[in-house]
């Protein structure tokens, strides 16, 4: 969602965004947790391939949703609702 779409959203739309984005994001934790885990496993089991490379792709792809809770972030400090 870019920054256009948040602006035009009530403050109480805005703030059930960010619970979600709360939620999302401890729930990405352990997930990043979770699959550094599974690396930290192959890596001590000498098996290099697809269990190394699958986490490693979805840990970059959980951190890349970040770009959007940093734009929800600057429309809820714009309005003061953080």
């Given at each position: 969602?870019?920054?256009?779409?948040?602006?035009?959203?009530?403050?109480?739309?805005?703030?059930?965004?960010?619970?979600?984005?709360?939620?999302?994001?401890?729930?990405?934790?352990?997930?990043?947790?979770?699959?550094?885990?599974?690396?930290?496993?192959?890596?001590?089991?000498?098996t290099w391939g697809l269990?190394?490379?699958?986490?490693?792709?979805?840990?970059?792809?959980?951190?890349?949703?970040?770009?959007?809770?940093?734009?929800?972030?600057?429309v809820l400090k714009e309005?003061?609702?953080?």
């Amino acid at each position: 969602m870019n920054q256009k779409e948040l602006s035009e959203l009530t403050d109480e739309e805005l703030l059930i965004k960010a619970k979600k984005m709360k939620s999302n994001s401890i729930i990405n934790a352990v997930l990043i947790g979770f699959m550094a885990g599974v690396i930290f496993y192959s890596v001590v089991k000498s098996t290099w391939g697809l269990v190394t490379l699958i986490p490693l792709f979805i840990i970059y792809k959980l951190m890349n949703q970040s770009n959007d809770d940093k734009a929800l972030k600057e429309v809820l400090k714009e309005r003061n609702l953080l």
